[in-house]
């Protein structure tokens, strides 16, 4: 089982580990910063540091409750002591990215009742889908200002992880069309950007919507009877 540094704090940039387990180019550590990717987020990159040796992490995955670094250069044995580096900028980047979409699929649940379809995201821009029948000629000029009044309203944004039973009897906790939440899960996590926005989600976030910055439209698009894309860029 590896400890999940990021779920706590998403703003940790270093850490130090102990290798567990090795195959081939890919360690599993006992705790992680790296974020393994999930709900359309990228996973980390960043260097993996041990004496005087460093390698790359360039691929993370979580299979169950462990997380797995692939690395290019040399592989550190079981046993070591290392020290990981998350790439801070693109990090950020993506916390960004992620808290605004957040924002967008609060909005829209707030005003339209509207779950979510799908959604993807890199540095500097993201899209989402929605279960919506339609979207007026405006719609894109009005969610973008309604996210602009939500990131100058410089909500605090908190973290919990709560027991399934509790998690749950919040109303709406899942925004997703389908529940990608595993039945086996007994603690689930929980992100609220106050006055705004509760669901249940895995990813990294800054702590307050003003940090997003400037977002804008940048696209809008029917995928279908009632799923509708939006595009946005930071």
Known sequence: MTQLL???????????????HVEGH???LDRTAFYPGGGGQPADRGPLQRDSDESAVVGVRKVGEEVWHALEGGV????????????WERRYALMRAHTALHILCGIVWRDYGARV?????DVGRARMDFELEAMSGD?????????RREVEAARPISVRILPRAEAFAIPDLIRT???????GIQQVRVVEIVGLDVQADGGTHVRNTSEVGDVR???HESKGR????LRIEL
């Open 76 to 87: 550190p044995s079981p046993g070591q002591v290392v020290r990981g580096a998350v790439e």
């Open 6 to 20: 990021y779920q706590t704090d998403s703003y940790l940039r270093e850490f130090d580990a102990t290798v567990v």
């Open 217 to 219: 439209i940048i696209g």
């Open 117 to 121: 379809t799908g959604g993807n995201m």
């Open 226 to 229: 009632i799923n509708k894309r």
């Open 26 to 28: 890919e360690v599993l």
């Open 177 to 183: 069309k389908i529940n990608l939440l595993p039945e």
């Open 139 to 147: 719609f894109a000029a009005e969610m973008q200002e309604k996210v």
